[in-house]
């Protein structure tokens, strides 16, 4: 049974000098589940994920189709409807997809969620039936945010668009049916690392007082510089090639230097106090492993409040690309039982 798999960037050259000390040892071994889906998926994973492949990767994001207005009403529980709204000044509205559940008419908590896909490709519906999965047990409104992708629209755009929709939605809360003072951000990969982002501009801003932050293999260090990211090259589906290509489209030559926004990139934020509590976790076999423990464990040295999982075998997005193996099914119920404390609270 394969314990690896070739990943995007494999066969592009290292952008960084290797980090001090030792040489990483070997990758830690891939669950067994998620090792057979790795190789399933393998043709996929094997090419290297370089600028001139964005427009293939958009292609394939683009061919799995989205989830239709039907399937997001889930047989009825759910009322569907999608909103354009301000952007940020001077840039185009935004564009929310807002799903409530149907016949309630009390304010709910709500999730605003921020899709993945490295900032260079995806939509508003990615990701979104799994959160409708959680809303109707746990009666929240899902509100999913539409952003601008780099390289075309590079930093700030993509997190502007967010926090503009943020910032709408909150202020709109009573007409969406949401009480204001429960919305959690949310996203995975880099719907994680956007959240995050507008926890820090949530804060710095005056902005929504926001109930909590769901960051789920949260994409947060532009830096690509840590021992996960050199131990994981060239396999797992989302090596540091692929994590270059990504971050040189959101900034440009910027990318790695002094001067990278916090806003773009959380890890560089200075300081992590008085932030809403946060979930995060990560593979032990994906690239984002330690710059997300580091995260936490900042979050606590500031005094704050988060949860962390570190799922043992765990490849960058296993529980979407193997929904039934064990780990998996246990990442899911840790996700939804965080969520499911935060807002009994």
Same mark, same amino acid.
């Given at each position: 049974?394969? =314990?690896?798999?070739?990943?995007?960037?494999?066969?592009?050259?290292? /952008?960084?000098? !290797?980090?001090?000390?030792?040489? /990483?040892?070997?990758?830690?071994?891939?669950?067994?589940?998620?090792?057979?889906?790795?190789? @399933?998926?393998?043709?996929?994973?094997?090419?290297?994920?370089?600028?001139?492949?964005?427009?293939?990767?958009?292609?394939?994001?683009?061919?799995?189709?989205? /989830?239709?207005?039907?399937?997001?009403? &889930?047989?009825?529980?759910?009322?569907?409807?999608?909103?354009?709204?301000?952007?940020?000044?001077?840039?185009?509205?935004?564009?929310?997809?807002? &799903?409530?559940?149907?016949?309630?008419?009390?304010?709910?908590?709500?999730?605003?969620?921020?899709?993945?896909?490295?900032?260079?490709?995806?939509?508003?519906?990615?990701?979104?039936?799994?959160?409708?999965?959680?809303?109707?047990?746990?009666?929240?409104?899902?509100?999913?945010? !539409?952003?601008?992708?780099?390289?075309?629209?590079?930093?700030?755009?993509?997190?502007?668009? &967010?926090?503009?929709?943020?910032?709408?939605?909150?202020?709109?809360?009573?007409?969406? +049916?949401?009480?204001?003072?429960?919305?959690?951000?949310?996203?995975?990969?880099?719907?994680?690392?956007?959240?995050?982002?507008?926890?820090?501009?949530?804060?710095?801003?005056?902005?929504?007082?926001?109930? +909590?932050?769901?960051?789920?293999?949260?994409?947060?260090?532009?830096?690509?510089?840590?021992?996960?990211?050199?131990?994981?090259?060239?396999?797992?589906? %989302?090596?540091?090639?692929?994590?270059?290509?990504?971050?040189?489209?959101?900034?440009?030559?910027?990318?790695?230097?002094?001067?990278?926004?916090?806003?773009?990139?959380?890890?560089?934020?200075?300081?992590?106090? +008085?932030?809403?509590?946060?979930?995060?976790?990560?593979?032990? @076999?994906?690239?984002?492993?330690?710059?997300?423990? =580091?995260?936490?464990?900042?979050?606590?040295? @500031? +005094?704050?409040?988060?949860?962390?999982?570190? %799922? /043992?075998?765990?490849?960058?997005?296993?529980?979407?690309?193997?929904?039934?193996?064990?780990?998996?099914?246990?990442? =899911?119920?840790?996700?939804?039982?965080?969520?499911?404390?935060?807002?009994?609270?």
């Amino acid at each position: 049974m394969p =314990t690896t798999a070739q990943g995007h960037g494999s066969a592009a050259p290292p /952008p960084w000098p !290797a980090p001090p000390g030792p040489p /990483p040892g070997p990758p830690p071994p891939f669950d067994p589940e998620l090792a057979d889906a790795l190789e @399933a998926a393998g043709e996929l994973l094997r090419s290297p994920l370089t600028p001139d492949l964005i427009p293939v990767l958009r292609e394939l994001t683009a061919a799995m189709p989205a /989830p239709s207005d039907e399937d997001l009403r &889930c047989g009825g529980a759910f009322d569907v409807t999608e909103r354009l709204v301000p952007g940020p000044t001077g840039a185009p509205e935004v564009s929310l997809l807002i &799903c409530r559940p149907a016949g309630v008419t009390t304010a709910l908590p709500a999730v605003y969620h921020m899709h993945g896909g490295g900032m260079i490709t995806g939509g508003n519906r990615m990701g979104v039936l799994r959160l409708l999965d959680w809303a109707r047990e746990l009666q929240f409104v899902v509100v999913s945010v !539409a952003y601008r992708l780099a390289p075309e629209c590079p930093f700030p755009a993509p997190v502007e668009d &967010c926090y503009a929709g943020l910032v709408w939605a909150a202020g709109h809360a009573a007409e969406l +049916g949401v009480a204001p003072d429960r919305i959690v951000v949310a996203g995975h990969s880099a719907g994680g690392g956007l959240a995050a982002a507008l926890a820090l501009m949530a804060r710095d801003r005056g902005g929504p007082r926001l109930a +909590g932050q769901l960051l789920m293999s949260p994409m947060l260090d532009d830096r690509n510089d840590t021992v996960s990211s050199w131990q994981l090259a060239g396999i797992g589906g %989302w090596d540091r090639s692929a994590n270059e290509t990504a971050w040189a489209a959101l900034l440009g030559d910027v990318r790695g230097g002094p001067e990278v926004s916090p806003y773009a990139a959380p890890a560089r934020a200075a300081d992590l106090s +008085g932030l809403p509590p946060a979930f995060i976790d990560a593979g032990s @076999a994906e690239t984002f492993r330690d710059e997300d423990v =580091t995260y936490a464990s900042r979050i606590w040295q @500031a +005094g704050g409040i988060a949860e962390l999982h570190v %799922w /043992p075998g765990g490849c960058h997005g296993f529980e979407m690309m193997a929904r039934e193996a064990a780990i998996s099914r246990a990442a =899911t119920a840790a996700q939804r039982n965080w969520l499911r404390r935060l807002l009994a609270g």
